[in-house]
Nanobody, 122 residues
Framework: VQLQASGGGLVQAGESLRLSCVASGSFFAIEVMGWNRQVPGNQREFVASTTRTGATDPVYADSVRGRFIIARDRAKHTNSLQMDNLKPEDSAVYYC???????????????WGQGTLVTVSS
């Protein structure tokens, strides 16, 4: 399973960015797709996630709720993170992740994509 993240960049405070993540490879189902972020020297922190069925609402970190929206295209195995009203404290490397069932009988395992850098200047 490969996860390819894209969309990072340098923006000013108040502007927007849209991150994308595409899953590829051989697998049975993707259960959860989401994003974490990490500032160098700090632990990776949760940002947002969404489930395969959409039966539950997406989950957001308190720090981004109301500004970020995660969306998922289940048929294409992709998800996007629309980030509006960005703040300097949102600057980090953003990592896409997914919990994936490789076969119908296996439990889901966690997979990470490479990071994409988001820098928000004040």
């Amino acid at each position: 399973v490969q996860l390819q993240a894209s969309g990072g960049g340098l923006v000013q405070a108040g502007e927007s960015l849209r991150l994308s993540c595409v899953a590829s490879g051989s697998f049975f189902a993707i259960e959860v797709m989401g994003w974490n972020r990490q500032v160098p020297g700090n632990q990776r922190e949760f940002v947002a996630s969404t489930t395969r069925t959409g039966a539950t609402d997406p989950v957001y970190a308190d720090s981004v709720r109301g500004r970020f929206i995660i969306a998922r295209d289940r048929a294409k195995h992709t998800n996007s993170l629309q980030m509006d009203n960005l703040k300097p404290e949102d600057s980090a490397v953003y990592y896409c992740y997914a919990t994936v069932r490789l076969t119908p009988r296996e439990s889901a395992t966690l997979h990470w994509g490479q990071g994409t850098l988001v820098t928000v200047s004040s």
